[in-house]
């Protein structure tokens, strides 16, 4: 069975530590000039259908600086656009590529995809999860506060995707969160109830937050929700993580948001520029943290390949 990378589930909480350290020794590698070579011969198709700055270039240089390549497609360029269906697609892309990241909207999708596909696929982001975003995050709390587990998380505004994926790290690292929504914007009620033990959810951020290590955040408007946007500024009033709110969390926690970011609306712009906010270090591991997933993915499909040929000839 070829392993992908859908959920942080999809690795176990030793594979997930050993893949933080692989990447800080990666950022140690690239800073001081080395560079591995790893990936020469091998290409790394992006399937978007959903805009990205950082996933899609932390991705294609990763690949770059490991000596391989990448192909970007969007709906306009892959038949995928005018109804080819996702099995026959995945069945063809995978047949001649080496490894395959999804940005789309129905977690569904990917999952089909991967059921048809010969190579991994790695999850850029769907609308229930972005567990990319959660290496580079598990990274720099690593880098930060100097563990990730039996540590206190706030998460303060929308129980989306991004929330979701706190969620399940908790589980995974081993770390508690509070969860500030407002009322009709909590997250999955299934995941919630898998999360309980790690999980606490309130409408009141200022309960969240209280003596916590790590604040995070992010947009009250998710990509395909622009036309709520009114309606949930108004339901995310008094949610913006700002000063104030920061000086209840503990006096050295670290803020981080996925980005991109809407100043004044879930973060101030003190905050975020401020001495706490560690969003510039989060983006940047997006890069490390991604070279290691792909080199693990690569690694275990081999080692996946070697035994089936050993138990044919057995
Ligand atoms: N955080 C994140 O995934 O950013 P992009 O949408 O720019 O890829
Ligand atoms: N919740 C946001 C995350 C963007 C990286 C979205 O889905 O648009």
Not at 50 to 56: E, P
Not at 168 to 177: E, P, R, V, W
Not at 202 to 212: C, M, Q
Not at 256 to 272: F, I, N
């Amino acid at each position: 069975m070829t392993r992908h990378f859908i959920s942080l589930l999809d690795l176990s909480p030793e594979e997930l530590n050993a893949l933080l350290n692989r990447a800080i020794e990666l950022k140690h590698e690239i800073k001081s000039g080395r560079t591995s070579q790893l990936m020469q011969g091998k290409t790394l198709a992006l399937l978007f259908d959903k805009s990205s700055t950082r996933t899609r270039v932390s991705f294609e240089t990763g690949m770059n600086q490991m000596g391989g390549s990448t192909l970007f497609l969007s709906p306009a360029d892959a038949q995928i656009g005018r109804g080819e269906p996702i099995e026959d697609t995945a069945r063809v892309i995978s047949s001649m590529v080496d490894i395959v990241a999804i940005r789309t909207g129905l977690h569904g999708n990917i999952i089909r995809f991967a059921e048809y596909s010969r190579v991994p696929v790695i999850n850029a982001l769907t609308d229930f999860n972005h567990p990319c975003q959660l290496l580079a995050d598990m990274m720099t709390v690593r880098e930060k506060i100097g563990r990730t587990e039996n540590i206190e998380v706030a998460y303060i505004g929308d129980g989306n995707n991004m929330c979701h994926s706190w969620m399940i790290a908790a589980k995974q690292f081993g770390f508690n969160i509070a969860i500030a929504v407002p009322q009709g914007f909590e997250p999955d009620a299934e995941l919630l109830e898998a999360c309980e033990d790690r999980v606490t959810l309130t409408n009141l951020p200022a309960e969240a937050i209280k003596g916590v290590d790590v604040v995070v955040t992010d947009t009250w408007i998710s990509m395909g929700q622009e036309e709520e946007k009114q309606q949930r500024e108004q339901a995310f009033e008094g949610y913006t993580v700002d000063s104030a709110l920061m000086k209840l969390a503990s006096e050295n926690a670290i803020f981080l948001h996925c980005l991109p970011a809407y100043r004044g609306y879930e973060v101030s712009e003190e905050v975020l520029e401020g001495p706490q906010s560690m969003v510039w270090d989060e983006a940047e591991n997006r890069l490390h943290a991604q070279k290691a997933l792909i080199e693990f993915l690569l690694d275990e499909n081999r080692s996946i390949q070697r035994q089936g040929q050993l138990d044919i000839r057995t």
